[in-house]
């Protein structure tokens, strides 16, 4: 019979070692293990909560990237037209200036061409005067008279016709 003992012999300290533990147990699931998994739950909802905002943060800040960049973009095309049109209308401008400048030069031409005809006309007059003149002294000088002022003139107008016809021209 003593081999039946040992197996019914039980150790007291093992048992109440078990039910202190299962008391301990049910007190700390009543006392802590729900605020412990609560707490655990919270933190756990606030990291998600934190992860879904920055998730939401960065989709925000990429669409306002893009829109950065487009709008980047249509300040460079913009930019490009207003120096493209600030170009062209200096062009114009220039142009305008140059024709202005040959009008200018060209009215210049005519007047000074017209002034060299006149002071060319006002030069041979002068010179058949002078010539006139000459013609006079010397035939006077030759002559040793006095000749008639108005038939002279003639033939001094005839004889400077005739040599504008061969010299001058």
């Not at 609560?38 to 669409?63: C, G, P, W, Y």
């Not at 006002?122 to 008279?145: H, Q, T």
């Amino acid at each position: 019979m003593h081999g039946y003992q040992a197996l019914f012999n039980l150790n007291w300290n093992f048992l109440f070692s078990i039910i202190t533990f299962i008391v301990l147990f049910l007190i700390l699931k009543h006392f802590f293990f729900e605020k412990v998994h609560d707490f655990m739950m919270k933190r756990q909802q606030e990291v998600e909560d934190s992860l879904n905002n920055a998730a939401e943060t960065s989709r925000i800040a990429d669409a306002k990237l893009a829109d950065y960049e487009e709008r980047i973009a249509n300040v460079e095309t913009e930019s490009r037209a207003i120096i493209k049109k600030a170009r062209d209308e200096a062009k114009i401008q220039a142009d305008g200036i140059i024709d202005a400048a040959n009008e200018k030069a060209k009215a210049a031409i005519t007047r000074s061409q017209e002034e060299i005809r006149r002071e060319k006309f006002n030069a041979r007059k002068e010179l058949k005067e002078e010539v006139g003149s000459l013609a006079v002294l010397a035939a006077e000088k030759i002559m040793e008279r006095e000749i008639d002022a108005d038939r002279q003139k003639d033939i001094v107008d005839r004889i400077i016709e005739e040599a504008e016809e061969k010299t001058w021209k």
